[in-house]
T-cell receptor
């Protein structure tokens, strides 16, 4: 199993550009989520999904869109990049869309810089 | 919404014990996790509590009191490799299912 994969690992964008961060898992996990982590800070939840076709907003959803058309993939779209979106982005997945939530498996992260 | 509070930083000596507290306010509580994160790496799972009491796993233990909205992570016999950030995360039940939110993390520095 590859676990949780994220691409790209590094990205530099100009203000106003759009892009999609890719996330895929091969563990048949129902629950997937996106977090951003700014230097010296904890993880802030952007969007999450409890299964294909079901997504919801986290703490900091503005400027980001998600969709979940398959169980395996959960891409994060930046609509119009801003310097405030410079951060490290982590995707995570786990069993447990409802009932008990199991441990999260994290991808390696995408380091995004917006100039 | 929910508030999750942890101390920002703690320093301890190799071989000692450190206790990292986490307080939270949430509705629909459905479990609390602790994760470890070394600098530049992704978080990794340490422990899970959903009922009151202590869960022990080797040198690490985690405690939960649901009535007080309080948890702690206890690290015993500290080693230099335990220098990392420790993240408390609270799961709550929403209409669509689970939702996991993290606190700001506690950076632990272990000194010789």
């Amino acid at each position: 199993n590859a676990g949780v994969t994220q691409t790209p690992k590094f990205q530099v964008l100009k203000t106003g550009q759009s892009m999609t961060l890719q996330c895929a898992q091969d563990m048949n996990h129902e629950y997937m989520s996106w977090y951003r982590q700014d230097p010296g800070m904890g993880l802030r939840l952007i969007h999450y999904s409890v299964g294909a076709g079901i997504t919801d907003q986290g703490e900091v959803p503005n400027g980001y869109n998600v969709s979940r058309s398959t169980t395996e993939d959960f891409p994060l779209r930046l609509l119009s990049a801003a310097p405030s979106q410079t951060s490290v982005y982590f995707c995570a997945s786990s069993y447990g869309a409802s009932g008990r939530l199991y441990e999260q498996y994290f991808g390696p992260g995408t380091r995004l810089t917006v100039t | 919404g929910q508030n999750i509070d942890q101390p920002t930083e703690m320093t301890a000596t190799e071989g000692a014990i450190v206790q990292i507290n986490c307080t939270y306010q949430t509705s629909g509580f459905n479990g609390l996790f602790w994760y470890q994160q070394h600098a530049g790496e992704a978080p990794t799972f340490l422990s899970y509590n959903v009922l009151d009491g202590l869960e022990e796993k080797g040198r690490f233990s985690s405690f939960l009191s649901r009535s007080k909205g309080y948890s702690y992570l206890l690290l015993k016999e500290l080693q230099m490799k335990d220098s990392a950030s420790y993240l408390c995360a609270v799961n709550m039940i929403k209409a669509a299912g689970n939702k996991l939110t993290f606190g700001g993390g506690t950076r632990v520095l272990v000194k010789p």
